[in-house]
C-alpha cells in the first residue's frame, strides 16, 4: 500500500493528533495495512515483531482462551481504538486473539520495535499513547467493578449504555445500534450465560425499553438510557 494512504489513516487517527506532517509521514514509512474480513482472527506476534495495531474502520473482538479452549471476551473495540502488544515488551499472551466482527475491517500496524523507535523520537506520540492505554485501564477497572457490584441485568443495562454512546445514531427521538454482537458476544462480555442474554433482551423489550431484530437494536427511553 503507498504511503499516502497510510498517511491518510495515520494522521486520522488520535493517536497520531498533533504531530507534524513530516513526523506523520515518517511513521507512514513504518507502518503496514491489513483489510480483515468478517470473522478472520489474527494474532500479535512475539518478540521484537509483536505488533501494535490500530483500528481505522470496523470493529473488533478481543478474545482470550484458556487451556480448555473457553474464551472470555475481554473486550469490544470500535474504531479508532488500538490493541495488540500494548506493553511493548515482545511478549503479548499467545492465548488472546482479536477477531474482526464486519466485513471491511481496516487495521493499521507496527511492530513493538519500530512502534518505540516511533516514541523514543517524537514525545507527543508518547504521551498520546500512554494516555489512551491509560483510559483502556480506567475502562477495564470498570468493567472488574461491574461484575463485582452489579448483577446481569444491570450489567446489560450499562453495556448497552456505553455501546450506545461510542456506536449510537440518534434518529428521532431513538437511538439506533447495529447489531454485529451475538447474544453470546455479549455474555461473554458481562460474564453471563447466552440464554440470560437472551433471557434479559426479552424483558427490556418487554418494558418498552428497546426493540430489537438481527440487525439492528433500538432503545426507545432516551431517558432511561442516558
Request: neutral net charge; aromatic residues 10%; charged residues 25%.
Amino acid at each position: 500500500m503507498n504511503n499516502e494512504l497510510k498517511y491518510v489513516y495515520l494522521k486520522s487517527h488520535p493517536l497520531f493528533a498533533n504531530m507534524s506532517e513530516k513526523q506523520i509521514a515518517e511513521a507512514s514509512e513504518l507502518a503496514k495495512v491489513k483489510t480483515v474480513y468478517r470473522g478472520e482472527t489474527f494474532d500479535y506476534g512475539a518478540s521484537g515483531y509483536s505488533k501494535v495495531y490500530l483500528l481505522i474502520k470496523g470493529k473488533i473482538k478481543i478474545t482470550l482462551c484458556d487451556e480448555l479452549d473457553n474464551e472470555l471476551i475481554k473486550d469490544i473495540l470500535t474504531a479508532p481504538d488500538i490493541f495488540g502488544d500494548l506493553s511493548l515488551d515482545g511478549r503479548p499472551s499467545a492465548d488472546e486473539f482479536a477477531q474482526a466482527l464486519m466485513a471491511n475491517t481496516v487495521v493499521c500496524y507496527f511492530t513493538v520495535g519500530d512502534f518505540k523507535k516511533l516514541m523514543q523520537e517524537n514525545t507527543t506520540l508518547a504521551l498520546n499513547y500512554a494516555n489512551t492505554v491509560n483510559h483502556k485501564l480506567q475502562k477495564l477497572e470498570t468493567r472488574h467493578s461491574d461484575l463485582v457490584f452489579h448483577d446481569a441485568k444491570s450489567r446489560l443495562i450499562r453495556f448497552i449504555k456505553n455501546w450506545a454512546r461510542t456506536d449510537g445514531n440518534r434518529i428521532g427521538d431513538k437511538i439506533i445500534l447495529n447489531n454485529y454482537l451475538t447474544h453470546s458476544d455479549i455474555a461473554g462480555v458481562i460474564a453471563t450465560s447466552r440464554q440470560s442474554v437472551n433471557v434479559l433482551f426479552n424483558e427490556l423489550r418487554d418494558s418498552g425499553m428497546l426493540a430489537y431484530d438481527r440487525k439492528k437494536i433500538q432503545l426507545n427511553d432516551l431517558i432511561a438510557w442516558n
